[in-house]
Every structure is written in structure tokens, then in C-alpha cells.
T-cell receptor
Framework: GAVVSQHPSWVICKSGTSVKIECRSLDFQATTMFWYRQFPKQSLMLMATSNEGSKATYEQGVEKDKFLINHASLTLSTLTVTSAHPEDSSFYIC????????FGPGTRLTVL | EDKVVQSPLSLVVHEGDTVTLNCSYEVTNFRSLLWYKQEKKAPTFLFMLTSSGIEKKSGRLSSILDKKELFSILNITATQTGDSAIYLCAVGASGGSNYKLTFGKGTLLTVNP
């Protein structure tokens, strides 16, 4: 299957700082990538759809100024959590795929 | 609003048992239904189903889709402790120019030795 990588796999930051998470498709080109958030014991919630060369599409209730998405190339999308707060602590996962969606390994963010 | 409902939410069985996990959905512009297995990290892909009545099989796992009744089942035969995981059902639908997945809450399967 297709390979999607994420970096970093975990990050701890202080409240008020910004954190950037990268999602890469390693063996295919992805015009669209998806960003999800998963809280403990809950399912994946779609945050936004990242479109190469254009603005991301955000789901209802997701602040676009807080979760900045950039999809500058066909193999890389980045999610920046700006001015992070403890309630942003979560597991962030991206997905992409030529057909079915393959997930990156996820990034566990802890905001102190 | 698109909706995906999985049942049961949790299930405890003994090794060797057969389990059936259910997924029903209500979506606009259905394109596909996918099953994933999630252990400690991100979900791993199991199956993608687009046509009714065609069983997909991989080892002890199999899945089938009924587009008329809007549901899918995932069967696991001769369960092993390594099958313990959360099984996620997701439905892919088109919305404008976008294709997106809506996930169910998952079924937590525990297989005891």
C-alpha cells in the first residue's frame, strides 16, 4: 500500500507556542490530504481537507486561524497549531491516498 | 450531515471465537466504505468496499457491503489475541470537489487467551 509519513511522532510544547506537523506521501503524489484529530477513547474527527495549491477546507467548528494548513507540493502538507493550549493536546493524524486513504503514523501533541 | 454508526461499541471474546462487527451509514454521494484496524497508533487499512454483495477477504478477515440496506459487516474467524484492537468503519463521500471520510466511533475488540 501507499506510504504516508508524519513528523514529528510526538511533541511537547509550552502553552502559547506554535507547533508544525508535517505529512508526506512517500511513493505517490497527493493533490489532497486530510488532517484528523483523535482524543483518547474517541474516534477520528476530520479537521480539514488540504488541497495542493489552494486553500484548505475546514470542517465546522475548526478554527482556520488556529490550525494553519499549507499544501505547497504534491507530497507535503503541514499543519501548524498556533498559540497552542492544553486543550489542543491530542493525537493528530494525516491521510492521503491514490484511492483508499492511508494514514500517517500520527503525531502526539502535549501542550503543557 | 453524514453519519456512520458502528455496533457493538465493545466486545470481549475468547481466542478461537468468530466475531461480526457492524457498520451502518447515512451519507450523501456515497463512494466507498472502508475498514481500518487501530492498535496503539494510527489506523491501518483493511478493506475498501464499493460494490454490494462482493465479499472481500484477507486471511481470517472478510467484509461485505449492502448498499441497499446501507450497512457493512466485518467478520473475523478463529480470533487471536493479536486481533485485539479498535476496528473503525469509515464512509467516503463526495462533497463538491472534495472526497472525505466520515468515521464511526469504532468497535473495541478484546480477545482473551
Amino acid at each position: 500500500g501507499a506510504v504516508v509519513s508524519q513528523h514529528p511522532s510526538w511533541v511537547i510544547c509550552k502553552s502559547g507556542t506554535s507547533v508544525k506537523i508535517e505529512c508526506r506521501s512517500l511513493d505517490f503524489q497527493a493533490t489532497t490530504m486530510f488532517w484528523y484529530r483523535q482524543f483518547p477513547k474517541q474516534s477520528l474527527m476530520l479537521m480539514a481537507t488540504s488541497n495542493e495549491g489552494s486553500k484548505a477546507t475546514y470542517e465546522q467548528g475548526v478554527e482556520k486561524d488556529k490550525f494553519l494548513i499549507n499544501h505547497a507540493s504534491l507530497t507535503l502538507s503541514t499543519l501548524t497549531v498556533t498559540s497552542a493550549h492544553p486543550e489542543d493536546s491530542s493525537f493528530y493524524i494525516c491521510s492521503a491516498g491514490p484511492g483508499e486513504q492511508f494514514f500517517g503514523p500520527g503525531t502526539r501533541l502535549t501542550v503543557l | 450531515e453524514d453519519k456512520v454508526v458502528q455496533s457493538p461499541l465493545s466486545l470481549v471474546v475468547h481466542e478461537g471465537d468468530t466475531v461480526t462487527l457492524n457498520c451502518s451509514y447515512e451519507v450523501t454521494n456515497f463512494r466507498s466504505l472502508l475498514w481500518y484496524k487501530q492498535e496503539k497508533k494510527a489506523p491501518t487499512f483493511l478493506f475498501m468496499l464499493t460494490s454490494s454483495g462482493i465479499e472481500k477477504k484477507s486471511g481470517r478477515l472478510s467484509s461485505i457491503l449492502d448498499k441497499k440496506e446501507l450497512f457493512s459487516i466485518l467478520n473475523i474467524t478463529a480470533t487471536q489475541t493479536g486481533d485485539s484492537a479498535i476496528y473503525l468503519c469509515a464512509v467516503g463521500a463526495s462533497g463538491g470537489s472534495n472526497y472525505k471520510l466520515t468515521f464511526g466511533k469504532g468497535t473495541l475488540l478484546t480477545v482473551n487467551p
